[in-house]
């Protein structure tokens, strides 16, 4: 069970959480006409072993959705912050 | 080496079982070969042994970070079917259950393949509609499948819940009459003792921490063990692919998730097929030892950690205990779990990666175990003859670019949902 650091609520159980996907993946320009572009935001990861920000979404809780950044070797949490304030 | 037979029992217990010799050799590392395959799991040895014995490529090491088949390869839950319907999907993975027909004989090594059937259940209308149809499309395609309604069902497994308060209700169900389980250690064990037979260097507790380059080609691997040079460098990584991959530059459409799988305690037999749960992510099957072998869905973030949390096992557990509610006082006996590549579309990538020098079998997802014979024989193959096997040529990686995603489940680019 992580024990995951919500900005609003404190520290909950991961069961009040749903995991959201990478949160260092950015949509592209509207305009972008490369197709390779659209393809890496859709498809490629970088997928690390070790430090990795991510989406949560604190679903039954505040229902905010936050960037968690956490080591995908070790579990082990550094922070987290509200998404809106990370993505802007 | 010597051949195991009736008569190699006999005369070995007839002198006390002292003078079995190794099953394969543990030799150190020479500066070069013509391939070297990184993951000495079942894919990467399948791999070499059929370099070997259909191509004549005997220069060959497997190198293996921990022991061999350590990794998933001994972490499934030895399921083997073919239950797919997708081109693309559906001639490789006929080609892998025809492939573990003589597996055995092949390797003069008992993988202990057992066709036991699989059935999946379903609890909706909607449900055997889409399993109705993907019975269709294998019958079409030559793989036999057979469909029971209700009454039939509780008639071949008058176990399971069909009581008016279960959780969900059984409409019928699903089979794949020769889908089954094998034993997933002898699968690496034979396969590593036939490529071992043929000149192939097994060389274990060797990590490989980067690539040996030479203008933009990669022409070996640096070890834990030392450098080891290779006119072709094969990943067999799966779990640890993207990690391998960024070595090389390149950046793939996998995440790494953990997937987790359960033992009880023995009993008698109980659950003489495979049988899948449709209301819930779930499978079990009972082991020759007794044990009911369970196992559910991932858990759902990115994960190399090879350990599974709580909230999975109560999820899965309860699954079992929905399904078949006679074996909830039943213990288990242990836990465990292996990281999978999962994919964007849920199909695996077999061949040559973009970077010179470099060739891949990997995003095995769920499914790898059942496909080892296939994806060794096909990926053989490719490194031999410098062009896709016809049953893998769908595996490949520029897919994704071209808008030929191979998804069987639906799912679209969420791999955690695959």
Same mark, same amino acid.
């Given at each position: 069970m992580l024990r995951i650091p919500c900005p609003v609520c404190g520290l909950r159980d991961e069961t009040e959480f749903s995991y959201g996907a990478d949160a260092t993946v950015r949509l592209p320009d509207?305009?972008?006409?490369?197709?390779?572009?659209?393809?890496?935001?859709?498809?490629?990861?970088?997928?690390?072993?070790?430090?990795?920000?991510?989406?949560?979404h604190h679903v039954s809780g505040c229902r905010q959705w936050i960037v968690v950044h956490r080591d995908t070797l070790t579990h082990e949490i550094f922070g987290s912050a509200l998404a809106r304030e990370v993505a802007a | 080496m010597s051949h195991y037979s009736a008569l190699s029992i006999l005369g070995h217990g007839l002198t006390g079982n002292r003078y079995w010799s190794r099953a394969w050799r543990d030799p150190a590392p020479k500066?070069?070969? *013509?391939?070297?395959?990184?993951?000495?799991? /079942?894919?990467?040895?399948?791999?070499?042994?059929?370099?070997?014995k259909e191509h004549g490529i005997r220069n060959v090491a497997v190198l293996e970070k921990g022991w061999?088949?350590?990794?998933?390869?001994?972490?499934?839950?030895?399921?083997?079917?073919?239950?797919?319907?997708?081109?693309?999907?559906?001639?490789?993975?006929?080609?892998?259950?025809?492939?573990? *027909?003589?597996?055995?004989? *092949?390797?003069?090594y008992n993988v202990m393949l057992s066709r036991r059937g699989y059935y999946y259940v379903?609890?909706?209308?909607?449900?055997?509609?889409?399993?109705?149809?993907?019975?269709?499309?294998?019958?079409?395609?030559?793989?036999?499948?057979?469909?029971?309604?209700?009454?039939?069902?509780?008639?071949?497994?008058p176990f399971l819940d069909y009581s008016p308060t279960a959780r969900f209700p059984i409409f019928g169900a699903f089979l794949q009459?020769?889908?089954?389980?094998?034993?997933?250690?002898?699968?690496?064990? /034979?396969?590593?003792?036939?490529?071992?037979?043929?000149g192939v260097d097994i060389i274990q507790q060797c990590e490989v921490t980067n690539y040996i380059w030479d203008n933009q080609k990669i022409v070996g691997v640096e070890t834990t063990r030392g450098p080891?040079?290779?006119?072709?460098?094969?990943?067999?990584?799966?779990?640890?692919?993207s990690h391998l991959a960024a070595k090389a530059g390149l950046r793939l459409p996998i995440e790494t998730h953990v997937l987790q799988a359960f033992v009880t305690e023995p009993l008698k037999p109980l659950v003489d097929n495979v049988i899948v749960y449709g209301g819930a992510h779930f499978y079990i099957s009972q082991s020759d030892k007794g044990g009911l072998v369970l196992g559910g869905d991932l858990d759902g973030f990115n994960s190399y950690a090879q350990r599974g949390g709580l909230p999975i096992v109560e999820?899965?557990?309860?699954?079992?205990?929905?399904?078949?509610?006679?074996?909830?006082?039943?213990?288990?006996?242990?836990?465990w779990a292996g990281v999978m590549d999962m994919t964007m579309d849920g199909s695996p990538i077999i061949g040559k990666m973009p970077v010179e020098g470099l060739w891949l079998t990997g995003g095995w997802n769920y499914g790898g175990f059942k496909a080892t014979p296939a994806s060794g024989y096909c990926l053989a193959w490719t490194i031999a003859k410098g062009e896709p096997h016809p049953d893998s040529a769908a595996f490949t990686l520029e897919r994704f670019e071209r808008g030929y995603q191979i998804d069987e489940f639906g799912a679209g680019p969420y791999p955690k949902a695959q």
């Open positions: 509207m305009n972008e006409a490369d197709p390779k572009v659209w393809h890496d935001y859709v498809f490629i990861r970088d997928n690390p072993r070790g430090p990795h920000k991510e989406y949560w | 500066p070069s070969y *013509d391939v070297v395959i990184v993951g000495a799991g /079942g894919h990467g040895l399948a791999t070499a042994y059929y370099l070997a061999l088949g350590g990794g998933n390869t001994g972490r499934n839950t030895t399921i083997v079917r073919s239950n797919y319907m997708i081109p693309g999907n559906s001639a490789f993975y006929d080609r892998s259950m025809r492939m573990w *027909d003589n597996l055995s004989q *092949d390797l003069n379903f609890h909706s209308p909607g449900q055997a509609e889409g399993l109705r149809r993907r019975a269709n499309v294998m019958l079409g395609n030559g793989i036999k499948a057979e469909f029971f309604d209700r009454a039939q069902i509780m008639k071949r497994l009459p020769r889908a089954g389980t094998a034993r997933h250690d002898a699968v690496a064990w /034979g396969y590593a003792r036939g490529a071992d037979k043929q080891i040079r290779a006119k072709k460098v094969v990943l067999a990584v799966a779990g640890h692919t999820h899965t557990l309860q699954s079992a205990k929905a399904l078949i509610p006679s074996i909830s006082r039943l213990r288990l006996l242990r836990q």
